[in-house]
């Protein structure tokens, strides 16, 4: 008998702790829900000026540039900026940088990119091929300042 009463009074105070626990619980988060909703809440309407910020193209900056060392279809020394865009080279109108006297160059030739790490060339499926510094370009490959970068006859010298 003492033993059963026991048992009983031992599981009444696991109840008791187990309803105060759950309502403490309960109040941590009426307590944490109401604190957010005192908090200012931020807009989601734009004034114009701030629609204007936010929809403005971003200003192009020079991350480097090409110098034309040699070329039948560019003048010497001519520097060409490479941007946050793409620029393109070959003979098409279309490209960024045209060399239509250039025979040996094909319409769409090697593409410039600038990534965080760095100017990438990436030869478009050329005919002739594109070269850095003598070696043909495979894949996608990080200039260097001063590499030396052949399209057709044309030769162009990376500079940061």
Excluded: C
């Amino acid at each position: 008998m003492i033993a059963s009463s026991q048992v009983e009074s031992t599981l009444l105070v696991l109840k008791i702790a187990f309803v105060v626990l759950l309502y403490l619980f309960i109040w941590r988060i009426v307590r944490s829900a109401a604190r957010d909703l005192r908090l200012p809440q931020e807009s989601m309407i734009l004034s114009p000026q701030q629609a204007s910020v936010l929809l403005a193209q971003p200003v192009a900056r020079e991350l480097g540039r090409l110098v034309v060392v040699a070329s039948p279809a560019l003048s010497g020394g001519k520097r060409i900026t490479i941007d946050t865009s793409a620029l393109t080279v070959g003979r098409a109108g279309g490209n960024d940088v045209s060399i239509e006297a250039d025979e040996f160059a094909s319409s769409r030739h090697a593409r410039f990119e600038a990534r965080r790490d760095g100017i990438y060339l990436e030869d478009l499926g050329s005919t002739n091929g594109t070269f850095v510094n003598g070696e043909r370009v495979t894949r996608e490959r990080r200039l260097v300042p001063g590499d030396l970068i052949r399209i057709g006859e044309t030769d162009l010298r990376f500079e940061p």
